[in-house]
């Protein structure tokens, strides 16, 4: 076999390698639903501090599920919400309601790179993305706050649309949960989320806690997550247009 026919074989070992990583750690961290209250701390470049609540719910497998998330404080933005179908095969359908109008409207492709309601997270951000939207390659393996880590470089596929060039992202080789994400712009580090406060709950490794970096505005917000439930009962209806509008 000559120099050549080695280094492709190679490399596709190490792309399928990768892709295999992605796909079990989608897989361990499943579940049937999801349910939770969170706090948003948002940080400007001087250190002051705005905080917003939220409570969050969730359905369906990965990449195929729906998700609501709703504000509960300050009163500013209290009733506000966001539903977001996600799709294996294309990017999610996002649409936002504010009650103070009284209207939802769709989130248009366009406009997923503009930050959300003044955090540090694009509303690209907040879908899930299926293994299969992406193509992976395996950089190595790098050690992360002391936890050893597999470095893998996700490139979105041409049918997907995005705002980032590309996404490096460490997952932990011992229980394969991703805990760092660098998000590119062609050559420019743009994001940094780190997953700060792992631990388990009801047998499913979780982040309790998340930091997204600007470093571009010098800004970050962090995320934290409260009463966190797996596997519960959720109504199929919660997930509609119209709950959004009942306030449901």
């Not at 969170?38 to 998700?67: C, F, H, P």
């Amino acid at each position: 076999m000559n120099k050549l026919v080695l280094f492709l074989f190679a490399g596709a070992l190490l792309a399928q390698d990768a892709r295999q990583i992605v796909e079990e750690s989608q897989k361990l961290h499943r579940s049937r639903s999801q349910q939770y209250e969170g706090v948003l701390e948002v940080y400007d470049t001087k250190g002051g501090k705005n905080e917003k609540r939220w409570q969050y719910a969730r359905i369906g497998s990965y990449g195929e599920s729906r998700s609501v998330l709703r504000f509960l404080a300050p009163p500013l933005v209290k009733g506000v919400a966001l539903l977001v179908h996600n799709h294996p095969d294309r990017a999610s359908d996002q649409w936002m309601w504010t009650p103070e109008l009284n209207r939802d409207r769709r989130i248009a492709l366009q406009d997923r790179s503009t930050r959300f309601f003044g955090t540090d997270f694009s509303f690209e951000d907040l879908e899930e993305r299926d293994v299969d939207q992406s193509d992976y390659k395996l950089l190595g393996e790098e050690a992360l706050n002391g936890q050893a880590c597999y470095k893998i470089e996700s490139v979105a596929k041409k049918s997907r649309t995005t705002q980032y060039s590309r996404v490096v992202i460490w997952v932990r080789k011992d229980i394969l949960l991703p805990v760092q994400f660098e998000m590119y712009v062609k050559a420019e580090v743009v994001k940094r989320l780190i997953h700060k406060r792992v631990e388990k709950v009801q047998n499913v490794w979780s982040t309790l806690e998340l930091e997204m970096n600007d470093l571009k505005k010098k800004t970050r917000t962090v995320m934290k997550t409260e009463k966190l439930k797996y596997d519960v009962a959720l109504p199929e209806e919660q997930f509609t247009l119209q709950a959004l509008r009942r306030g449901e």
